[in-house]
């Protein structure tokens, strides 16, 4: 895919068009930043509506977000999926997502620590932060995971 200052609607085309070329024929969610939602004063349309346009004729279209209160909680969804605090992994990450490795490993916190650092290094946190809207929209920290006990 193009560098990451490519436009809602030009990446939208891409993807699309992909979908169409390899006969995508299952169901289709999209999700990302709840911001998406947010119309900025100079955009007649939030990115979600434009998202919706492209896509809505896919089967089963939808948007799933949510508000994030906290960049930790992303962060912390990530983590748990990598390596829960019962040394459980629900998730990986493939060997050829080179990419995707580097920003995990070297994507770190601002002094405050309460941001992501994303001024030393302008190619961090792109990889990790599309990760971590998946992350948290469908496997949040801040819901407890369910157990069952069995008498």
Same mark, same amino acid.
């Given at each position: 895919?193009?560098?990451?200052?490519?436009?809602?609607? !030009?990446?939208?085309?891409?993807?699309?068009?992909?979908? +169409?070329?390899?006969?995508? @024929?299952?169901?289709? #969610?999209? =999700?990302?930043?709840?911001?998406?939602?947010?119309?900025?004063?100079?955009?007649?349309?939030?990115?979600?509506?434009?998202?919706?346009?492209?896509?809505?004729?896919?089967?089963?279209?939808?948007?799933?977000?949510?508000?994030?209160?906290?960049?930790?909680?992303?962060?912390?969804?990530? !983590?748990?999926?990598?390596?829960?605090?019962?040394?459980? +992994?629900?998730?990986?990450? @493939?060997?050829?997502? #080179?990419? =995707?490795?580097?920003?995990?490993?070297?994507?770190?916190?601002?002094?405050?620590?309460?941001?992501?650092?994303?001024?030393?290094?302008?190619?961090?946190?792109?990889?990790?932060?599309?990760?971590s809207y998946w992350?948290?929209?469908?496997?949040?920290?801040?819901?407890?995971?369910?157990?069952?006990?069995?008498?």
């Amino acid at each position: 895919f193009p560098s990451h200052d490519i436009r809602t609607e !030009n990446m939208c085309e891409i993807v699309s068009d992909w979908l +169409r070329a390899n006969g995508h @024929s299952g169901m289709l #969610e999209i =999700t990302g930043d709840y911001a998406g939602k947010r119309r900025e004063s100079s955009a007649a349309f939030t990115d979600y509506a434009i998202i919706e346009s492209y896509f809505k004729d896919f089967r089963g279209f939808r948007v799933r977000t949510r508000p994030t209160l906290k960049v930790k909680d992303r962060v912390a969804s990530v !983590n748990r999926l990598l390596l829960n605090a019962q040394g459980d +992994r629900r998730l990986y990450v @493939s060997k050829t997502c #080179e990419s =995707t490795i580097t920003d995990l490993r070297k994507t770190a916190w601002k002094e405050n620590g309460v941001e992501l650092d994303q001024d030393s290094d302008p190619k961090r946190t792109h990889l990790t932060d599309a990760l971590s809207y998946w992350a948290y929209n469908y496997h949040p920290a801040d819901q407890a995971e369910r157990t069952i006990n069995v008498n």
